[in-house]
Every structure is written in structure tokens, then in C-alpha cells.
């Protein structure tokens, strides 16, 4: 069996060495060169590639040149240059290869999208093919999973904001329509009330059953309220949770007793006419005039005689039976125990109120003056 052949050097070898500006030496086994007995002795030296450019110089000369800064400068400069342009040549290197992924990216999630300009993108330019092969492939997988996390982050906002938004929604129907704060009748409470039923003021409120408190204008059932129940004077009405109203009220308070329909009844100081009970008639003074049969002048004494009524304490009204002028700007008034009271006109009543309580306390007193409050007189 035959040894295999001694391998040899090719041409990639000899051009390698040809390019580097140098030529192979031969080789020479050393038992075939005759040395002699006057040879030297010392090892034989390389030949420098100063030795080869300027073969009439010395090792000595060659030795003592050194570069000068000019020249380290120019090399520095040149040393920079080659830097930057190698960055700008790996830069767009770069760029090209990102470039070529994303369309491959592209194509990749759309193909259908991407059929018709498929053909431009594979014309655009021979390298393409090249520049796709030569993408690594850790390039597009990085490229895929940040756009997997920017789609992943984008669904994130978009499902986080239609549960803001429902919630809003829901918490909108809970207070608003739906069942768990309908307002019920049996659920109104009332409070402020004397002589005014309490089932005449939660019926006034029927109209709002079923509605939830919280959509309710407080103060449009509370004007619903006076409007239907005309003894109150004032209403103040607010939610009880879950399904309740609290109402405040004010009842008007009847200061004297007119003639009605053939009845006997109350007006307050604004001259609205109130129910009253039986009991109630003999503490009020008594005006003898019918309030469907009111004129002129009689409606002007009426509101005159109201308005000193309703400045006088209790205790001072309840002294009073009747009025026995006619004119309201010389209003005089008759006790229950035969005296009179001289009131004068409607004004300064409160101040006439109290010196005529104070002069009624003074024994043998039969008249009292107050038309003039400061200046009063008795006889």
C-alpha cells in the first residue's frame, strides 16, 4: 500500500506571500551546502526590509533614524481617519442589515399585505438576498419581541381605559337607575309639625316614588311640598339613605280668625287661611269680616290688623278680642277684659308690642296709647 502523497504548498499560499511583498525561499538542506574551513562561524542574519530599500547603508545608520513628530502626527492623523471611516462603513452596515430585517419582519406578519409589493422588494436591488442572509438572526428576534411588547403595552392602556370607563358607566347606573336608591314612600320621615297632618305631607312627595335620592333636586320637592300643603311656611328636605327622605318643616302660625264658607278659620301674618282646631278659636282675636267678600278698604284693614298681630307676642295677642276701627292707619284694638289699645298705624309694631305689655302691667289702666312708641300715655 502506497504512503499518501506529501502535501504541498498551492497558489492561495504563493499569492498570499506575494501580495505581503515578499518571495519564498527555497529550501535548502543544509548537508548539501560545503561550508569550507575559512567560513565564519557567526549565525547568519535576516535581512531587514531597510536592508533590502537601501542596501548601501550600515545596521548602525539604520538604527540611529528615528521618526520625527511630524511624521508621528501624520500617522495619528491617518491612524483617526481609518478609525472613523471603518465606524462609518460598520455603521451603515448596520443600518442596512436593521433595514433588511424589518422587511423580512414585515413580510413575515403580513404576507398577504406585502404579496403586491413583494415583487418591487425583491427588484429594489440585487443585495437584497445578500443583506437578508447576512442578518443575524438575534437581530430579528430582538426586533420581534420589542414590537411584541409595545403591542403587549398598547393592549395594556387600551383594556386598562374601557375599565375606567365602565366603571364610571356602572357606578353612573347604581346612583342613578337602578333600584338600590329608589325613594319610597314609607321610607319619608317629617319633622317640625304641630297641627299640620304628616300622611297629607309624604303624600305631596308620591309623585317622586320609584326615583332614585340621589337624582332628586332636594329643593324642587321641597317647593312641591308648600305647594300642596299651604299651612307650611317653609320645607327643608334631604336624602335618607338607602331609600328615604328627611323633611323639616315650618308650619305658619294663625294670628287671628276670619269667617270662611260659614266657618270660623285661621290666617297667619301673610294672610293665608289655615285650618284650625276648635279649641285653638278662643286665644286668637277675632277680625268680623268675610275673606270672600273682602274690598278695598276692608282688605287694607285686614293686613294692617295682620301685621301688628304678628309682631305681638303670645301672651299680648291672646288679650285681644277684636278690632274696633276702620281705618287701618288708627288701628285700635279691644281687650278680652274691656280695656283698649290704641295701635296707630302698621309700623314700629314690634317696639309697640313691648311698651304695650309693659303698660298693661300698671293697675287702673284703661286706655293705653302706643300710636307714638316713644312717647306712650295711658288713662
Known amino acids: 500500500m502506497k504512503p499518501p502523497p506529501r502535501p504541498t504548498l498551492g497558489k492561495s499560499a504563493e499569492g498570499r ?13 543544509p548537508k548539501s551546502v560545503d561550508l569550507g574551513k575559512d567560513a565564519p562561524s557567526r549565525p547568519r542574519e535576516r535581512a531587514t526590509a531597510t536592508d533590502t530599500a537601501n542596501p548601501g547603508t550600515s545596521a548602525s545608520e539604520t538604527k540611529s533614524k528615528k521618526p520625527t513628530p511630524a511624521q508621528l502626527n501624520k500617522q495619528e492623523r491617518d491612524e483617526k481617519k481609518a478609525t472613523k471611516k471603518a465606524q462609518k462603513r460598520a455603521a451603515k452596515a448596520n443600518r442596512e442589515a436593521v433595514k433588511a430585517a424589518q422587511k423580512v419582519s414585515q413580510h413575515k406578519r403580513n404576507p398577504k399585505a406585502s404579496s403586491a409589493g413583494g415583487a418591487r422588494f425583491e427588484a429594489s436591488s440585487p443585495w437584497d438576498s445578500l443583506r437578508v442572509a447576512s442578518v443575524d438572526n438575534t437581530l430579528l428576534d430582538r426586533l420581534e419581541e420589542q414590537e411584541f411588547i409595545r403591542r ?91 331609600h328615604g327622605l328627611n323633611i323639616h318643616v315650618v308650619e305658619r302660625v294663625p294670628v287671628a280668625t276670619v269667617r270662611q264658607n260659614g266657618k270660623v278659620v285661621g290666617v297667619d301674618r301673610s294672610g293665608v287661611v289655615l285650618e284650625i282646631a276648635p279649641g285653638d278659636v278662643a286665644g286668637l282675636p277675632q277680625l268680623d269680616v268675610d275673606m270672600e267678600k273682602l274690598g278695598g278698604q276692608t282688605r287694607k284693614l285686614v293686613d294692617a290688623a295682620l301685621i301688628a298681630f304678628g309682631d305681638m307676642p303670645q301672651e299680648l295677642r291672646s ?33 309697640k308690642a313691648q311698651v304695650a305689655k309693659l303698660l298693661f302691667t300698671v293697675q287702673d289702666v284703661k286706655v293705653v296709647d302706643v300710636s307714638n312708641p316713644e312717647r306712650p300715655s295711658t288713662r
Not at 17 to 29: H, Q
Not at 212 to 233: D, F, M, P, R, Y
Open 17 to 29: 506571500d506575494s501580495r505581503r511583498g515578499r518571495s519564498r525561499r527555497p529550501v535548502v538542506d
Open 152 to 242: 403587549h403595552r398598547l393592549r395594556l392602556r387600551v383594556s386598562g381605559l374601557i375599565g375606567v370607563l365602565l366603571g364610571i358607566l356602572i357606578v353612573l347606573y347604581v346612583l342613578f337607575f337602578s333600584p338600590l336608591f329608589a325613594y319610597q314612600l314609607s321610607k319619608c320621615h317629617v319633622t317640625g309639625t304641630r297641627n299640620v297632618d304628616i300622611g297629607q305631607i309624604c303624600q305631596a312627595t308620591q309623585r317622586f316614588e320609584g326615583r332614585s335620592i340621589t337624582s332628586l333636586a332636594t329643593a324642587g320637592v321641597a317647593k312641591t311640598v308648600l305647594q300642596e300643603v299651604s299651612a307650611l311656611k317653609d320645607a327643608k328636605v334631604s336624602p335618607a339613605w338607602l
Open 319 to 351: 288679650m285681644i278680642a277684636a278690632v274696633t276701627s276702620d281705618d287701618p292707619a288708627q288701628l285700635q284694638f279691644k281687650l278680652r277684659d274691656g280695656r283698649s289699645l290704641i295701635w296707630g298705624n302698621s309700623r314700629d309694631s314690634v317696639e
